[in-house]
């Protein structure tokens, strides 16, 4: 059983940033692809960031230049640093990652969520 968790979310005002990071726990063997999404309100969730397991990021256009995303896999943990938030940028954000739990074995395992509010 793995376990994947986000924290770091809360209130900043455009222009602000925050890092989210998002732990794993349990029967881990490793760690391939990870992603964070995001969900706002009343919107389908989206792929903000992706990282293969040789550490190869992509971003979406609304958040290039703007979000970085990094690893740990001594730690089991990812990262996303979000500078120069927008209010658009609001929404649930959740860390995604392929593990494996076994030499053979992978599966796709998800957080669950952490809040980002961006406002004055």
């Known amino acids: 059983q793995v376990h994947l968790e986000e924290s770091g979310g809360g209130l900043v005002q455009p222009g602000g940033s925050l890092r989210l990071s998002c732990v794993a726990s349990g029967d881990i063997f490793k760690i391939n692809d990870i992603n964070w999404y995001r969900q706002a309100p009343g919107k389908r969730r989206e792929l903000v960031a992706s990282?293969?397991?040789?550490?190869?990021?992509k971003y979406a256009d609304s958040v290039k230049g703007r979000f970085t995303m990094s690893r740990d896999n001594r730690k089991n943990s990812l990262y996303l640093q979000m500078n120069s938030l927008k209010p658009e940028d609001t929404a649930d954000y959740y860390c995604n990652a392929d593990i494996q739990s076994g030499p053979n074995y992978e599966y796709n395992y998800w957080g669950q969520g952490t809040q980002v509010t961006v406002s004055s």
């Open positions: 990282m293969s397991a040789k550490g190869v990021a």
